[in-house]
């Protein structure tokens, strides 16, 4: 494990995705152990998966409780049944909640339920505007989003619905029985400004299809072509990063 510090980042490299989700895991755990009652806000995708897994661990082993910590989850796509096999409610009772002593009335993921989803999404944002996350846990996309934040997103935008590019589609149809029309075209998400009112938030990146967002994020360029460059300006990110990843970083 290798740390160093570039602006206001903390960036820690470790040799691969397992010993990245144990890391993560483990600087979670210290949020809850310091903080039974902490807020954390959760992501999905495949970055978070082992260190869900390292935390159902820790939890089963009595190193950690949930019972008292609040989750704020990032995203939902829209035009999906609630219990569809691919929905993040379903994602994150399945790869998390369901295996935690957690209490269910403590769980918030963007609903897209019903026919205003613009009230969703003022009803969710409410709800964030009453709290403050203590942790922020994160992914990056290829293109640089981070929720479903796409590029050319504002910085000072609230829940709202974004329609997905073609790029993360294409990205997400392994999902969908590889087939890219099975996979919605929309999705409710925290917008960058919820997202930089956390804490602290902690960064995950890995593999070699992230080396070349990675880089640009290191860049130091701050722009909303590249939505993730909106970290530099948040005063306390830490990103975890993978040998795979990294090829591209020098230091």
Request: glycine share 4%; aromatic share 8%; net charge positive.
């Amino acid at each position: 494990m290798d740390k160093t510090y570039l602006k206001r980042f903390e960036i820690i490299k470790v040799a691969n995705y397992d010993e990245m989700s144990k890391l993560a895991a483990l600087t979670i755990k210290d949020v809850i152990n310091l903080k039974p009652n902490a807020i954390l806000g959760l992501a999905t995708g495949s970055s978070p998966v082992g260190t869900y897994k390292e935390l159902i661990k820790m939890c089963n082993n009595k190193d950690i409780s949930f019972k008292d910590v609040s989750t704020y989850n990032l995203d939902e796509y829209c035009n999906l049944e609630l219990n569809h096999p691919q929905s993040y409610y379903t994602f994150m009772y399945e790869n998390l909640f369901n295996y935690v002593d957690i209490n269910k009335n403590n769980v918030y993921i963007p609903s897209s339920q019903g026919n205003d989803l613009k009230k969703n999404c003022q009803d969710y944002n409410e709800a964030l505007e009453k709290i403050a996350v203590d942790l922020q846990l994160l992914g990056i996309g290829a293109n640089g989003h981070i929720g479903f934040n796409e590029p050319n997103t504002p910085f000072n935008k609230s829940t709202w619905i974004v329609k997905l590019t073609k790029n993360t589609r294409e990205a997400n149809k392994r999902f969908f029985e590889n087939d890219i029309n099975l996979v919605p075209k929309y999705s409710i998400t925290m917008g960058i400004k919820n997202i930089l009112k956390a804490k602290k938030i902690l960064l995950l990146i890995s593999g070699e299809s992230k080396r070349d967002a990675l880089v640009r994020l290191l860049s130091g360029e701050v722009s909303t072509k590249f939505p993730a460059s909106a970290l530099n300006l948040h005063s306390n990110v830490t990103v975890i990063v993978d040998e795979a990843a990294a090829k591209l970083i020098k230091n």
